[in-house]
Nanobody, 127 residues
Framework: QLQLVESGGGLVQPGGSLRLSCEVSGSLVEHSSIAWYRQAPGKERQGVSCISSSDGDTYYAESVEGRFTISRDVAKNTVYLQMNSLKPEDTAVYYC????????????????????WGQGTQVTVSS
């Protein structure tokens, strides 16, 4: 059974950086498209970034393009989300998700493509 565990959240000042980790167990990290979603209080879940299993291509929401970077470490079976130049509007619970498909192109617009989810990690950007 594929399982995901996020870590790395916390409190950071505006303009600061955090790196989130998503450790994959029960499967190889490159055998799934992996996506990061976030959800702020009272708002819908929003796709942030994803990496495709088939070719490793990456995609970003407009709101984070140029500030966030997604990557995967096959040796550590982990996906990372490096978040720089953080803004208060980035405050949310961040979730890692996987589609369990060895050959797929990741999408951000449809969270139902992802069948496996982590428990989430809180990111708070505040002075």
């Amino acid at each position: 059974q594929l399982q995901l565990v996020e870590s790395g959240g916390g409190l950071v000042q505006p303009g600061g950086s955090l790196r989130l980790s998503c450790e994959v167990s029960g499967s190889l990290v490159e055998h799934s498209s992996i996506a990061w979603y976030r959800q702020a209080p009272g708002k819908e879940r929003q796709g942030v970034s994803c990496i495709s299993s088939s070719d490793g291509d990456t995609y970003y929401a407009e709101s984070v393009e140029g500030r966030f970077t997604i990557s995967r470490d096959v040796a550590k079976n982990t996906v990372y989300l490096q978040m720089n130049s953080l803004k208060p509007e980035d405050t949310a619970v961040y979730y890692c998700s996987a589609d369990g498909q060895r050959i797929s192109l990741c999408v951000l617009w449809n969270p139902y493509e992802y069948h496996y989810w982590g428990q989430g990690t809180q990111v708070t950007v505040s002075s």
